[in-house]
């Protein structure tokens, strides 16, 4: 039977935790931090596919190459062609604007939407611009850089209320970073305008002075 964790017994008073140092790809068969797996809604066990990251992005990678005219018919098959989108917009709006009832609750349920998924919409910009780059792309749970960062900007270590909260690529798309779990960081909004495509090293004084000196 093949080990897939490597794992340590913690003990909070007297009842154990099960901590899992490790876990090993099923594709490259290296033992690797669970950070370097991809997260998965469908993963009972921690949450992360069977394959890490490299071997997942270099499986993608191929199966886009060697299935792009089979994938570009699926997109058509779909309705997801640009032109039939431009149609799908134009008929929403439409709608829209010939419809005052239908607006209003179409604006109520995006409202709720919105509420009950914060991050969704920064996730869907951030990723859109990564890939304007060529970059590595995984899907990112906001959530859990909250927990891993608190409201601190990575940037100036100032506290960051929620309403004036962003998330940064610490290596930009631009420069070749990843839209990963490890290079998003949390930040002020003034700050990471500042920072903008510079790399942390390349930040000077006038970068790191926080929000309340302008």
């Known amino acids: 039977m093949q080990v897939l964790y490597h794992v340590d017994t913690r003990f909070i008073g007297s009842q154990p935790l099960l901590i899992i140092l490790d ?5 490259c068969l290296q033992f690797k931090d669970l950070d370097l797996f991809p997260e998965s809604n469908q993963a009972k066990k921690d949450g992360t596919t069977p394959s890490c990251k490299e071997c997942t992005a270099t499986y993608l990678a191929e199966y886009r190459l060697k299935n792009h005219d089979t994938l570009k018919a699926y997109d058509r098959f ?3 062609s640009p032109e039939r989108k431009r149609e799908k917009r134009r008929s929403e709006t439409i709608k829209l604007r010939s419809n005052p009832e239908y607006a209003r609750k179409n604006a109520e349920k995006l409202a709720r939407w919105h509420e009950k998924h914060p991050y969704v919409k920064r996730e869907q910009s951030m990723r859109k611009h990564a ?3 060529g ?4 899907t990112v ?6 927990e891993r960062d608190g409201l601190v900007c990575h940037i100036c270590h100032g506290i960051v209320t929620l309403n004036d909260m962003q ?3 610490v290596i930009p798309p ?15 909004s003034v700050c990471n305008v500042r920072k903008g495509d510079l790399l942390m090293e390349e ?7 926080g929000p309340l000196l302008h």
């Open 23 to 27: 876990k090993r790809c099923t594709s």
């Open 203 to 209: 930040l000077e004084p006038f970068h790191r002075r």
């Open 78 to 80: 779909r309705g997801m």
């Open 131 to 133: 890939r304007l780059y």
């Open 174 to 188: 631009s420069r070749g970073g990843s839209h990963t779990f490890d290079n998003i960081k949390v930040a002020h």
């Open 141 to 146: 749970n906001y959530e859990r850089i909250l």
């Open 167 to 169: 998330f940064d690529h």
């Open 135 to 138: 970059v590595l792309v995984e």
